[in-house]
């Protein structure tokens, strides 16, 4: 990659506006550097992501965060062995630096070796009954409601597909038959779907338990009522460098308590805090599932994802989280569908 001047930043450098550097970028990394070019560190996606988890304010500088020791390669290293290098340390991208430790290029993996599509399997849940929505899905399951001019699960879909994946597997149950006669085997996407039917409520793991092959890569799952801008090879890429069994995709909530409260010690008033702000990490809806943690999902049975999250903590598994910092919205009430055909139609959740 020749023109590196737009990924080129300094250690003091907020967090926040190397964000917008790397998602404006195609490359999803950003350089940081000193006043003669020389390469101090490396960002990426993950490394503001982990910063969020470590409760960092993304007003602070990108020293915070950043990898101060990444891997390079240098002016005469060949092709063979750049290639090797990054494949070895499992990168997209190395810098290239010279003698002086000034940074020359960046290469891309990509640009290297043909680019493959991401063949990892994706399981899309769209079994639900949609009650909450009411008159809306009496005649017609949640994942066909039109948000613009095409269904949630459509616009779902087009989206992994832009993301590189071709394979999903779609579980359905509430009018089966509707979802299954509208997208068929894929082919019209020119991608291959096949479907899971649940006879009965099995939670939101436990129609894992009817795949019909054990994936040999790990699985992304996701909640068909669900719409986001997450980059889902950046998900995946998370899930392998966190060594995870199991990754969740969480998001920041914040929740203001509506009167002071109070901190006592037996009889005695410590202190008065008035309506104070409290923030969570909730779940996203969004998972990535190793293929040796789907041994803990029973067959057949209603499992939710808490659940088995809960099974690979007490078995002392990986898990890791993955913050959501992009567009996202959990279509489960009436107000919610209106909201997302709004904001579809203002461009909003469109990449």
Known sequence: MKNIEKLLISPVTSILEALKIIDKGSVQIALVVDNEQRLIGTLTDGDIRRGILRGIDLNREVSLIMKSDPT?????DS????????????????PVIDQHGRVVRLDLLDEIITSERCDNWVVLMAGGLGTRLG???RDCPKPLLKVGSKPILEVILENFI??????????????????????????????????????????????????????????????GDLLTKINFQQLIDFHA??????????????????YGVVKVDNFRLESIEEKPLQRFFISGGIYVISPDALQHIPSNTFYDMPTLFEKLLQSKAATSAFPIREYWIDIGRADDFERANIEYEEGIMVR
């Open 72 to 76: 390079v390669s240098y002016v005469d």
């Open 79 to 94: 092709r063979d062995i750049i290639f090797s290098k990054m494949k070895h340390c499992h990168l997209k991208h190395i």
């Open 135 to 137: 008159e809306l899905t």
């Open 162 to 223: 832009s993301n590189g994946f071709y394979r999903f597997i779609i579980s359905v149950n509430y009018k089966a038959e509707m979802i299954i006669d509208y997208f068929g085997d894929g082919s019209k996407w020119g991608v291959e779907i096949v479907y899971v039917q649940e006879t009965k409520r099995l939670g939101t793991a436990g129609a894992l338990s009817l795949l019909p092959f054990v994936p040999d890569k790990p699985i992304i799952v996701m909640n």
């Open 241 to 258: 460098e966190t060594k995870a069994s199991a990754t969740m995709c969480v998001r920041e909530y914040e929740f203001q308590v509506p």
